[in-house]
């Protein structure tokens, strides 16, 4: 190729172009490139017409050179860069100098360069622009035989670069310091490092996203929760952890510390900013939530250490570490205490306790929704929920109009409806999100309004949208989850392995909780909801943009859960699932709960689905949608 005519060489066909652009990752990109384009800022003149002929060649040129010189890899680059660079410099009628010892090699690149000018001149290729640059270049140096002077005044010999001895001694220099005969400042910063490109792109490569990523490999201890993690979220956990201890010796001063802690944890900044953020991180209707810190993480809860230290995941074990510490005796005093500050009422609440709850030896173990609609009455003693003309407006809009539900302990309990039908409102009021204009939410027997932290000690909560502390990954998120709840760090630790596990989440836990998909999002904050095994889990829509093996995985989990003793409340749109899981089920349409019970009860002789659709309306009015046929483009 090096022998080709001078005029096939400089063409702007794209294999210039591929060939330019392939070159410039090359590590000898600067020898190819940087004579003509940079000191001349040509627009890709030079290696366009060099490559032209060049790509196989200088490849060969690299193949040979080191096994010529008798060198290594680098060496290579310097002995193809000098084949290549050179020409430009000296003048340009072949032979060059420089390239005469190793004439087969520089033969190409010295002819193909020379190609280019004098083609660019001889020839009407319609690329004069591409081919000046390096004549014009050449030209300085290679007439005169003078030192090079570069933008920047300084005088630089021009054969230097061509020393082999430097080379061999230090290839990567000599193929940079050819950069440096532009005089661009890029050139001369390239110079001045012996690592070639690549490394310095890193070093001087800003900030990605990655790298404000709190943890991102798997190679982050397990118990990295005081490793380097940015964007704060360190001491987050730090103080999280210590919270619940606080709040052993003060229930008031607890609860403080637990909202610096939330407000901490949220932004992992400061307490300041990081009130603002949770503020922000609250799911819609913020404006009307008691508490700005998501229910799913929210606790005012005091330390409910471990009964016997030992982490587990065996049921029975956890309905003894979950079981309410609470007496009896309290309950009915809970009751007559409504004229009582909300808080002054929880203290007491927490530092006595209350609570007949339907226990699990109290509530049906069974699974099969078909047994238990068979015992429509089970748990009827202390319902795990009950609403009492729940009513929420929104502006002139009635979203929940005077809604009563009873929801049985040990209940797994769907509520469905169309779009909109309120029952991520009514949920949102259930968990304690939202405020009810009127009525009583009532949790295991607590009082949601007058008892509020007690109720939500009860509670998981799986919010709508997923809002949450996302820029923490699934392991914080966890631990913060568990530490609000007052679990002991080595209890969190355990119960997330088993929640990870469970929800396939192990390899995520490391990862940031914004980079998982819905459905990871979806499956770490129901690990969240689930870590403090409450009594009642509220989960809205649970199930969607979860796949099917995990959501299988979520319905074995919650069967377990209800086995023995617990409660779930879900909403859903998938009428079959609710059909197949649900014990009990309520239809809400406009804010109104039209049918409710078992769900045998329900459907009557038809199937679910058919019952909603018939409450619901039906389906929307399609005709005048002819248009959407026509195709117009
Ligand atoms: N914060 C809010 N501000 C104003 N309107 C709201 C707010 N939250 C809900 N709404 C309205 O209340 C009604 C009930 O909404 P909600 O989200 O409870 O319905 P949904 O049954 O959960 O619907 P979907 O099945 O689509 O999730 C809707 O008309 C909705 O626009």
Not at 431 to 453: C, F, H, M, S, W
Not at 497 to 505: I, S, T
Request: net charge negative; aromatic share 2%; glycine share 10%.
């Amino acid at each position: 190729m090096g022998d080709q005519p001078t005029g096939e060489a400089p063409t702007t066909d794209s294999p210039a172009s591929g060939a330019t652009a392939d070159a410039s990752d090359s590590s000898f990109d600067g020898g190819l490139r940087a004579p003509g384009a940079e000191s001349a800022g040509a627009v890709e003149p030079a290696p366009g017409e060099d490559l032209t002929a060049a790509p196989g060649e200088v490849v060969a040129s690299v193949d040979d050179a080191p096994r010529s010189a008798g060198v290594g890899g680098n060496a290579a680059s310097a002995v193809a860069f000098d084949d290549i660079v050179i020409p430009p410099r000296p003048p340009l009628p072949l032979p060059h100098p420089a390239t005469g010892a190793t004439h087969d090699d520089g033969e190409s690149a010295g002819r193909s360069v020379d190609a280019e000018s004098s083609d660019a001149d001889d020839t009407d290729s319609g690329t004069p622009g591409l081919a000046t640059p390096l004549g014009a270049e050449t030209e300085d140096a290679a007439e005169t035989g003078d030192p090079v002077e570069r933008d920047d005044g300084a005088v630089e010999p021009a054969h230097e670069v061509v020393e082999p001895s430097d080379r061999a001694a230090e290839p990567a220099d000599g193929a940079l310091k050819t950069v440096s005969t532009s005089g661009s400042d890029d050139a001369r910063a390239r110079e001045s490092t012996h690592d070639p490109a690549p490394a310095d792109v890193a070093v001087e490569e800003p900030p990605t996203a990655a790298a404000d990523r709190p943890l991102d490999s798997a190679d982050t201890p397990s118990d990295d929760l005081d490793g380097a993690v940015p964007d704060g979220a360190v001491p987050a956990v730090e103080v999280v952890v210590e919270t619940p201890l606080d709040a052993d010796a003060s229930v008031e001063g607890g609860a403080a510390a637990s909202d610096e802690v939330e407000t901490r944890s949220g932004d992992g900044v400061s307490p300041a900013d990081g009130h603002e953020e949770a503020e922000e991180a609250a799911p819609r209707g913020a404006a009307d939530v008691e508490d700005p810190t998501p229910p799913d993480v929210r606790s005012d809860d005091v330390a409910e250490p471990d009964a016997t230290g030992a982490p587990t995941t065996d049921p029975a074990t956890l309905d003894a570490l979950t079981a309410d510490p609470l007496t009896a005796d309290d309950a009915p005093a809970d009751a007559d205490s409504a004229s009582a500050s909300e808080a002054a009422e929880d203290d007491a609440h927490d530092a006595t306790a209350v609570m007949p709850v339907a226990g699990a030896d109290e509530t049906p173990t069974s699974t099969d929704p078909d047994a238990e609609r068979s015992q429509p009455d089970a748990g009827a003693a202390t319902p795990a929920l009950t609403l009492r003309h729940i009513t929420k407006t929104f502006g002139e809009l009635r979203a929940v109009d005077a809604i009563d539900l009873t929801v049985p302990a040990g209940s797994f309990y769907g509520l469905v409806g169309p779009n909109g039908a309120g029952k991520t409102t009514t949920l949102s009021i259930i968990a304690g999100l939202l405020r009810a204009d009127a009525g009583e939410v009532t949790i295991n027997g607590v009082d949601a309004r007058k008892q509020a932290r007690q109720a939500k000690k009860l509670i998981g909560v799986l919010p709508d949208r997923l809002r949450t502390f996302d820029r923490l990954t699934g392991r914080q998120l966890l631990s913060y989850y568990g530490a609000l709840r007052g679990l002991p760090s080595g209890l969190v630790e355990s119960r997330m392995a088993d929640l990870a596990r469970a929800f396939d989440l192990v390899d995520a836990l490391a990862r940031p909780v914004s980079d998982y998909s819905a459905g990871m999002t979806k499956k770490v904050m129901l690990a969240g909801a689930m870590i403090h095994s409450p009594r009642l889990l509220v989960l809205d829509e649970p199930f969607e943009a979860v796949d099917p093996v995990s959501s299988g995985v979520i319905l074995d989990i919650l069967r377990t859960y209800v086995d023995h003793g617990g409660t779930v409340i879900l909403s859903s749109h998938g009428m079959e699932l609710v059909e197949r899981v649900c014990s009990r089920v309520a239809v809400i349409v406009s804010g109104q709960v039209l049918a409710e019970g078992t769900v045998d009860e329900v459907r009557g002789e038809g199937t679910l689905e058919q019952r909603f659709r018939e409450l619901s309306g039906g389906l929307g009015d399609v005709e005048g949608l002819e248009w959407l046929h026509t195709f117009s483009a």
